[in-house]
């Protein structure tokens, strides 16, 4: 795999910012695709959870395509936007981009729509309150 610079910017808003750490690679040091999907999934948990108000689940991951390794001590962003909403579900993208903190160097490294869906306390689904 080719790494690309990226000169594209991310689209919405940033929602979650972590360093990739020893723990998340594999034996050549590349961050494992399972640990960014996790992050990624973590930072639409957090939208989906202020436009819901309240408690949803991921019920479905779209078009995952990997662009760039990750590699150890390199700063995850991820952005997130509402693309979507449902009478109980939302579809938000979120884009990971990596930034090299000794050089500066920022490339998108992954992008997906994850959708969520609002649920109650006992679990089952229940409609999204009307926006403010």
């Known amino acids: 795999m080719n790494t690309k610079v990226s000169e594209e910017k991310p689209r919405g808003r940033l929602s979650l910012q972590v360093v990739a750490l020893p723990r998340d690679t594999n034996a050549y040091g590349d961050i494992y695709a399972g640990w960014l999907v996790g992050q990624m999934d973590l930072a639409a948990a957090m939208l989906a959870g202020q436009i819901s108000r309240g408690r949803s689940t991921t019920v479905a991951i779209d078009r995952v395509e990997f662009l760039n390794p990750v590699v150890v001590g390199e700063h995850i962003s991820c952005y997130t936007e509402l693309l979507d909403t449902g009478r109980s579900s939302m579809k938000i993208r979120v884009e ?9 160097r920022h490339s998108k490294v992954t992008e997906a729509v994850f959708i969520y869906v609002a649920i109650n306390e006992m679990g089952g689904i229940r409609t999204l309150p009307a926006p403010d």
Do not use: K, N
């Open 96 to 104: 990971a981009f990596a930034t090299d903190p000794h050089t500066g």
